[in-house]
Structure formats: C-alpha cells, structure tokens
C-alpha cells in the first residue's frame, strides 16, 4: 500500500473512453472551422459540445476529465487575453482611450439598470437585482478576441475600441465577483469590500506603464547601446535566441498574472496589460533598431557622388540586412505563434468554451415560466448592449467636422490631402477645377460648346441676371461634390455600431462566473426543490441567449460588409466602406 500511494499506477484506458475523448476533441476542432467560415462563430458550436458532452448533456466524459478540461481551458483563456494584448496598438489605444471609456460605462450602467426590470417578473430584493446586472454587465474576453480574429478586425479602429471596451466591462464584472462573494460572506458592509479590487486594477493600470516608462525603456536602450558596440557575438546570440525570448516573454506573463492573483483584482486584467507592455515594447525595440540603421547608412550616403554614393549606399544596406537577425530580438508575436499558437487553436481554446457549456444547467432550465422569463431578459440585457453603439454614432457624426480626432488614424488621409494640394500649386489650379469636372464631363462639356457653336443647341435666353444665380448654384454643388469625394470615408449606414454592439453582447465566462458565485453565496435567494434558484435560471437563460445570438449576428454582419467591400473593390463604382472610418488601421 506504501508503494502505491507514492505513486499514480499507470492504466491503460479502454477503447470507449479513447472514442469519447477522440470525437470530443475532433468535433470542437471540426465544428470550429465549419462555423468559422460560414458565419464567423464556431465557438458556439463548440458550447453546445460542451453541454452535450458535459454534465448537463450525456455526461460523457468523466467529472475529473471535465474539471481537467475546464482548468486547461482557463489557461488557453489567459493565452487568448495575452495575445489580445499583443496585437494591441499602443499609440492607437491611447488615441481612443476616452471613447472605450464611454463604451464600456454605457455598456456597464445600462444593464444593470435595465435588470431592475426583474421585480417586475420575479419576487426579487435590490440586492438580488444588482447582482444580476452585475453578471451581465461584462462582456467576454474569449469571445471578444476570437470574433476580432475570425472576422479580420482585430487591428482596426472599431477592434480597438470593442477590445478596449470589453476589457473594462470585464474588469468592473471581476471586481463584481469580490464584491458579490464578500457580500455574501460578510454579515455587514464593508468599504473594503469594494474599494480593495477596485484599487488593485487601478493600481495595475496605471504602475505597469509607469514601470515601462521609467524603469524599461531606459533598460532596453542602455542594453542596446551595448548589444551594438559589443565586439563579442555573445550578446547577438543571446538576444536572437528564441529559447531566452520564450523565457523572457513568459516571465512578462506569469509575474503580473500571479501578482494580480495575490492581490486581490482580475488576472486577466494582468494578462492583457502584459500583452500590451508586451508589444510596446517591440516597437520600441523597432524603433531603436532604425534610428540604428539608418545612423549606419547615413555617414556613407554623405560621401561621395553619383554611382560612388549609390554602390557604398547599397553596400551598407547589405551590411546591415546581413546583420538583422543578430542585432534585432525575436518579438513577443513571433514566441506566441511558434509556441503557443497551435496549442491554443487546437487543444486550449476549444476546451475553454466547451467548458462554459459543463457549466450551463440545461436541464433545470424548461420548467413553468423560466422559459419565458429568461427570454425577456435576455432582450433585455441585449439591448443594453447595442446601447453601445450610439457612442460610435455620435462620434462619426461629428469625425468630419474634427478631422484631427485621431491623428494616427488619418495620416493615409493627410498625405493624400498634401499631394492634391502639391498638383493645384504646379498647374495652377483651383480644388472646384480640379475636382469638379471628371473627364466624362468634360468631354460632355465640350460637345455641347461644339453643338452649341454650330448652331445644333440654341443659346440660353434667359435673363443675364437668372442665368448667373443658376451658375452659382451649379459652382456651389460642384464644389460640395468635390469636397464630399476628398473627405474621410463615412461610414454609410450602421454597420460598425451594431457590429460593436453585438460584439459586446456576448457574456459568456465572467457571466457564468459571477452568476455562480452569487447562487452559491446565498445572494439569489433559497433554491427550488432541485437546490436552483429560479433567479439563477433566469440569469443563465440570459448568458446562455446573449452568449450565443452576439457572435452569431457580428459573423452574419461581418461577413455582409466583407460582401460589400469586395463589390466595391470589383467594381470600382465610388462606393462609401461599410465601415468609414473605423474599418481603418492605424500607421505610426
């Protein structure tokens, strides 16, 4: 017996549990692509895996395989928050910083207000009510970025906002669950209780960048500096080796992660700062290694003339490249796709959402007026979502009347806008000469003056007085219609408001997890004969409806805009994007 508690005796599992585990992975992965590329949210399929093959369901899988899987599966959740952090623009980000802001306060206050509904439908206490606006006030991170990276916008303007946006929702849902759980611990209030995870985040959000700035930055270029001017290629090799950059990315990962998890806030939160410091810092490594570059090229480009300038030009430009590999460190990208991104597209994220479907009491959710409460709710809460999306429309209304809102966002724009006005200086032309008449209407123009010198049109006989006021109107259309083509692309209906919208509707785990501690605290209120509250179905029905129909409607609308753009691109016709101005990505 000694030996055998020592040690796990290998056993050699049958050709059921082999079949169960083998279709459960193959189908995630299979149901995954079919959706994805038809309407952009095989994560849904792979929840309804989840409940089928779960505890809700057949029951298929053992209880210590499912909580294995949800374990696994809340890392892979991590791994996708970090690589939402990665692909953040930093410079776009903080361009777009008080509009997330405002998403993500409309997207918190409203559903919360909106639950107070439930006294209407249900004998419920303020209290229970807050904690059911609390559960659907997040927005899930998982769901987030795999809409973002299935649809393509992940890197524009409205990914950044959306992702912004959700990370806050999810930030004041997780500083929920210490609240909630406190709550339903503590016999009286506290101030702690609410003022110590919402500290914390704030604490985290605002040392982790104060660190970069001052602690980092003059790190990595002091290291740099020395990286250049070391003789020895110990220091080449060391920062070109990706095993050290793996070790190095890693660390950046697991210390804010476990210090937010010490501490008392989201790590989460943590994972997505540590993505973020993450891909600031490849840019600023991008940016020394430039500044490095061209200072190599530049003092031989000063000497010499004509082909002596170009052949020593070329030469250092070869010296340079042949070096890139040595001088320039493998990025945060680069780590996260080699070693993790397979893993994390094929094992880790499929369990992450199946794992949300072993949570969802499918069950214990038909019976007597659960059904049609929890739809009603549902709508409810859906529609504090798309709320949301007003924010984008009163700043798109408003994007032409300031068109310096976002500067990295309209530099395309700005250059163009400077080359127009290089080609009025040279030929000595006006903006209505220059866009006011296209070459169909020119050559309209000239056939009427030809048709008119002929004698073939007769000549316009109305008074001089009536024939200048109706030029005047044609000069002041002409010149509206040369503006309306050089300005920003509008976005021509409400496309990237109900993209949004919907985008931030799903709930998905912090739902499920705030819901679940408030059931198991008490806060819900007493359970039904199978230990339920009717509360806690009615929130879930919620989840589960609004987890579901957000990303099904943003892959129906994505793929309906991408429909639209190809068109425009076939034909050429001088169509306004579907998107305007937040389908754009950002240039530095």
Same mark, same amino acid.
């Given at each position: 017996m000694a030996l055998a508690s020592a040690a796990l005796s290998y056993t050699e599992p049958g050709i059921v549990t082999i079949l169960i585990f083998a279709s459960f992975l193959l189908l995630l992965n299979a149901v995954n692509t079919l959706l994805d590329r038809t309407v952009y949210c095989g994560l849904v399929g792979q929840i309804l895996l989840g409940v089928a093959w779960g505890? $809700?369901?057949? #029951?298929?899988?053992?209880?210590?395989?499912?909580?294995?899987?949800?374990?696994?599966?809340?890392?892979?959740? !991590?791994?996708?928050?970090?690589?939402?952090?990665?692909?953040?623009? =930093?410079?776009?980000?903080?361009?777009?910083? *008080?509009?997330? @802001?405002?998403?993500?306060?409309?997207?918190?206050?409203?559903?919360?207000?909106?639950? *107070?509904?439930?006294?209407?439908?249900?004998?419920?206490? $303020?209290?229970?009510? %807050?904690?059911?606006?609390?559960?659907?006030?997040?927005?899930?991170?998982g769901t987030t970025f795999t809409v973002l990276t299935t649809s393509g916008l992940s890197e524009s303007r409205l990914g950044v906002v959306l992702t912004s946006a959700a990370m806050m929702d999810d930030v004041v849902g997780l500083v929920m669950v210490q609240v909630i759980s406190n709550l339903g611990g503590a016999s009286t209030f506290s101030w702690v209780t609410v003022v110590r995870p919402i500290g914390v985040s704030v604490a985290f959000a605002v040392l982790l960048p104060l660190l970069c700035l001052w602690v980092v930055k003059p790190l990595t270029v002091l290291y740099y500096e020395a990286l250049t001017s070391a003789k020895a290629s110990s220091m080449h090799s060391t920062s070109a080796n990706r095993v050290a950059a793996l070790a190095f990315n890693t660390a950046?990962?697991?210390?804010?992660?476990?210090?937010? +998890?010490? @501490?008392?806030?989201? #790590?989460? *939160?943590?994972?997505?700062?540590?993505?973020?410091?993450?891909?600031?810092?490849?840019?600023?490594?991008?940016?020394?290694?430039?500044?490095?570059?061209r200072r190599a090229i530049s003092p031989v480009a000063s000497r010499g003339q004509g082909g002596v300038q170009r052949q020593s030009v070329g030469s250092a430009s070869t010296e340079v490249d042949r070096n890139d590999q040595q001088e320039r460190p493998t990025t945060g990208v680069q780590i996260y796709e080699q070693y993790c991104g397979s893993a994390v597209e094929a094992i880790l994220k499929p369990f992450f959402f199946a794992s949300i479907g072993f949570s969802i009491p499918i069950s214990r959710m038909f019976e007597g007026g659960i059904i049609w409460r929890g739809f009603v709710y549902a709508g409810l809460m859906a529609l504090g979502k798309l709320l949301c999306g007003l924010c984008l429309v009163s700043v798109a209304r408003h994007a032409l009347e300031k068109p310096d809102y976002s500067p990295a966002m309209l530099w395309p724009f700005r250059q163009a806008g400077r080359a127009t006005k290089q080609i009025r200086k040279k030929t000595g032309t006006s903006a209505?000469?220059? #866009?006011?008449?296209?070459?169909?209407?020119?050559?309209?123009?000239?056939a009427s003056s030809v048709q008119a010198s002929s004698g073939d049109v007769a000549p316009d006989s109305r008074p001089p007085h009536i024939a200048r006021a109706a030029q005047g109107e044609e000069n002041t259309e002409q010149a509206n219609t040369s503006r309306k083509r050089s300005a920003l692309p509008k976005p021509r209906s409400l496309y990237p408001a109900a993209i949004?919208?919907?985008?931030?509707? @799903?709930?998905?785990? !912090?739902? %499920?997890? !705030?819901?679940?501690?408030?059931? +198991?605290?008490?806060?819900?209120?007493?359970?039904?004969?199978?230990?339920?509250?009717?509360? *806690?179905?009615?929130?879930?029905? @919620?989840?589960?409806?609004?987890?579901? =129909?957000?990303p099904v409607t943003v892959g129906l609308l994505v793929k309906r805009v991408k429909r639209l753009q190809a068109l425009e691109r076939r034909d050429s016709a001088g169509r306004d994007d579907p998107l305007g101005i937040w389908g754009l990505i950002p240039t530095a």
């Amino acid at each position: 017996m000694a030996l055998a508690s020592a040690a796990l005796s290998y056993t050699e599992p049958g050709i059921v549990t082999i079949l169960i585990f083998a279709s459960f992975l193959l189908l995630l992965n299979a149901v995954n692509t079919l959706l994805d590329r038809t309407v952009y949210c095989g994560l849904v399929g792979q929840i309804l895996l989840g409940v089928a093959w779960g505890v $809700p369901g057949a #029951n298929w899988l053992p209880l210590e395989a499912q909580d294995t899987i949800m374990q696994l599966g809340y890392l892979g959740l !991590i791994l996708i928050v970090y690589e939402g952090g990665l692909a953040t623009n =930093v410079a776009s980000l903080k361009a777009n910083l *008080f509009l997330s @802001a405002t998403v993500a306060l409309v997207g918190i206050s409203a559903p919360i207000g909106l639950s *107070f509904a439930l006294q209407g439908l249900l004998n419920v206490t $303020p209290l229970q009510t %807050f904690a059911a606006g609390a559960a659907l006030c997040s927005t899930s991170l998982g769901t987030t970025f795999t809409v973002l990276t299935t649809s393509g916008l992940s890197e524009s303007r409205l990914g950044v906002v959306l992702t912004s946006a959700a990370m806050m929702d999810d930030v004041v849902g997780l500083v929920m669950v210490q609240v909630i759980s406190n709550l339903g611990g503590a016999s009286t209030f506290s101030w702690v209780t609410v003022v110590r995870p919402i500290g914390v985040s704030v604490a985290f959000a605002v040392l982790l960048p104060l660190l970069c700035l001052w602690v980092v930055k003059p790190l990595t270029v002091l290291y740099y500096e020395a990286l250049t001017s070391a003789k020895a290629s110990s220091m080449h090799s060391t920062s070109a080796n990706r095993v050290a950059a793996l070790a190095f990315n890693t660390a950046v990962l697991l210390a804010p992660v476990t210090g937010s +998890s010490y @501490a008392g806030t989201s #790590n989460l *939160f943590a994972a997505y700062l540590a993505g973020a410091c993450t891909s600031w810092l490849d840019e600023l490594w991008s940016g020394l290694y430039g500044e490095q570059k061209r200072r190599a090229i530049s003092p031989v480009a000063s000497r010499g003339q004509g082909g002596v300038q170009r052949q020593s030009v070329g030469s250092a430009s070869t010296e340079v490249d042949r070096n890139d590999q040595q001088e320039r460190p493998t990025t945060g990208v680069q780590i996260y796709e080699q070693y993790c991104g397979s893993a994390v597209e094929a094992i880790l994220k499929p369990f992450f959402f199946a794992s949300i479907g072993f949570s969802i009491p499918i069950s214990r959710m038909f019976e007597g007026g659960i059904i049609w409460r929890g739809f009603v709710y549902a709508g409810l809460m859906a529609l504090g979502k798309l709320l949301c999306g007003l924010c984008l429309v009163s700043v798109a209304r408003h994007a032409l009347e300031k068109p310096d809102y976002s500067p990295a966002m309209l530099w395309p724009f700005r250059q163009a806008g400077r080359a127009t006005k290089q080609i009025r200086k040279k030929t000595g032309t006006s903006a209505v000469d220059v #866009n006011s008449a296209p070459p169909q209407e020119e050559s309209a123009q000239k056939a009427s003056s030809v048709q008119a010198s002929s004698g073939d049109v007769a000549p316009d006989s109305r008074p001089p007085h009536i024939a200048r006021a109706a030029q005047g109107e044609e000069n002041t259309e002409q010149a509206n219609t040369s503006r309306k083509r050089s300005a920003l692309p509008k976005p021509r209906s409400l496309y990237p408001a109900a993209i949004l919208g919907s985008a931030m509707m @799903a709930r998905g785990e !912090i739902g %499920f997890l !705030i819901s679940s501690v408030a059931e +198991s605290n008490g806060i819900y209120g007493s359970g039904t004969g199978q230990g339920t509250s009717e509360l *806690f179905l009615v929130v879930t029905w @919620a989840i589960l409806l609004c987890t579901i =129909v957000g990303p099904v409607t943003v892959g129906l609308l994505v793929k309906r805009v991408k429909r639209l753009q190809a068109l425009e691109r076939r034909d050429s016709a001088g169509r306004d994007d579907p998107l305007g101005i937040w389908g754009l990505i950002p240039t530095a």
